[in-house]
């Protein structure tokens, strides 16, 4: 095991660990394996108290919240053992992340962020801009008064059908004369503005669903705004960082669900009579997924203990764990499905669900191709980081 964990999280870990085999392995085997049919309210709520009563409800959510807010490492672990499980019901075990609204006050945090942690409100996050239009200038805002105009559209807003309110990147643009400031801002934008539209809600491979939004001068109030005009990339972004760990748990979790499955079909006897483990072909493309797992949790668990110890200043070593986390898996899933067989392809299959889920990944929290331009950025221009 690359981990090492210290005992507590080892603790919480093994916890996990009895909540997903005890508590929620039952619940899941109640589900239908096809995925096109929705789990049902009730199960749903049967997790949500399940997690609570284990402990690991609030491992996310700040300590003024009654939470435990847990850090990165322990997070990562109990992220991590979740994934292994590869439950359809593993979305449910945590409570709502207060995201790019952790650090708000006043009437921010009492009408948005504290019902989003009661669970009172949902909150979804816009940061894409839709592509393929010609011509497209990125979601805008001009001042009117007190007030901002906000224009434009934003796609790929997950959960965005369902939020009560949108977590929207824009641009404020300033005017010849005015005092009032300009540049990128998070703001918060109620689903219920007369100038929000939901143009489009569409599914990705993986189950999940989004919107494409636009708005058209959508009059907001500035206390709506999330810190200063000018600092819209870094509060973004910070969200982000949370995220890219959290995705990169995710993926090497599933990679190990997905090598102990095949450790199983390595003892079954294959239809030549023989045991499918023995032939030396199988044995080389299974050590292949044992070093692509072991490599992807040491990188994992490496730069969860930078950003506990750093902070914001483990931002590139995140983003490494991110992109090798999620394209190992990749690997690792798809040799997976070559040696369990045409079956893992059969709809409801766990490794066919896997398959989707792994591909979605590498977009979900920042594409590949461009965490390693921003990798090569942060070592090239701010000489940062130990990559
Ligand atoms: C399941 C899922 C959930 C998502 N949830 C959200 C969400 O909640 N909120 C949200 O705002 N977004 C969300 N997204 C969007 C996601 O963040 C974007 O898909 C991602 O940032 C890539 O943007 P894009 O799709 O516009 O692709 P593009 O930016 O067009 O990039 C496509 C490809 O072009 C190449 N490329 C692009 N730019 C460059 C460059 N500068 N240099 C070199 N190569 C480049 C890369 O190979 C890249 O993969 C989600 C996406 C998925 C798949």
Same mark, same amino acid.
């Given at each position: 095991m690359p981990d090492f964990l210290p005992s507590d999280i080892q603790l919480l870990s093994d916890q996990m660990g009895m909540l997903v085999a005890e508590q929620l392995r039952p619940l899941e085997e =109640? #589900? *239908?394996?096809?995925?096109r049919v929705a789990i049902p309210d009730e199960i749903a709520q049967l997790v949500r108290q399940r997690s609570h009563a284990a402990g690991m409800? *609030? /491992?996310?959510?700040?300590v003024e919240f009654g939470g435990k807010a847990a850090g990165a490492l322990a997070q990562t672990a109990v992220r991590e053992t979740l994934a292994a499980g %590869? #439950? +359809? #019901?593993? +979305?449910? &075990?945590? @409570?709502p992340d207060p995201g790019v609204l952790a650090s708000v006050v006043g009437d921010l945090k009492e009408q948005y962020l504290n019902p989003l942690l009661r669970g009172e409100k949902r909150g979804a996050f816009a940061f894409t801009e839709p592509s393929g239009i010609a011509e497209h200038k990125p979601t805008w805002a001009i001042w009117d008064g007190d007030d901002l105009l906000i224009s434009g559209r934003k796609s790929f807003v997950t959960g965005g059908g369902t939020a009560d309110y949108y977590t929207v990147l824009i641009n404020v643009e300033g005017s010849e004369g005015s005092s009032r400031p300009s540049g990128p801002a998070m703001i918060v934008i109620d689903r219920a503005n007369a100038g929000v539209k939901i143009e489009s809600e569409f599914h990705s491979l993986e189950g999940g669903s989004h919107v494409e939004l636009s708005f058209d001068a959508a009059r907001v109030p500035?206390? %709506? /705004?999330? @810190? =200063?005009? !000018?600092e819209g990339m870094p509060r973004a972004l910070g969200n982000i960082g949370h995220e890219r760990l959290a995705v990169a748990a995710g993926m090497a979790g599933l990679s190990l669900w997905a090598v102990n499955l095949i450790d199983d079909r390595a003892k079954e006897i294959h239809r030549n009579g023989? +045991?499918? $483990?023995?032939?030396e072909g199988v044995r080389l493309r299974y050590a292949d997924l044992r070093i692509a797992t072991y490599a992807a949790r040491s990188v994992l668990y490496r730069s969860a203990r930078l950003v506990d110890d750093r902070g914001d200043g483990a931002i590139n070593e995140v983003m490494v764990a991110k992109v090798f986390c999620t394209e190992q898996a990749g690997f690792v899933i798809d040799q997976a499905v070559q040696l369990a @067989? $045409? $079956?893992?392809? &059969?709809? !409801?299959h766990p490794l066919e669900r896997a398959y989707r889920e792994v591909r979605s990944s590498r977009f979900t929290g920042g594409a590949s191709d461009i965490l390693r331009l921003n990798i090569a950025r942060g070592r090239l221009e701010f000489d940062a980081g130990q990559v």
């Open positions: =109640e #589900l *239908s394996p096809d995925p409800w *609030s /491992l996310t959510q700040p %590869h #439950l +359809r #019901l593993a +979305r449910y &075990v945590f @409570g500035a206390w %709506h /705004l999330i @810190g =200063e005009v !000018g023989q +045991r499918f $483990g023995d032939r @067989g $045409g $079956g893992a392809l &059969v709809v !409801g």
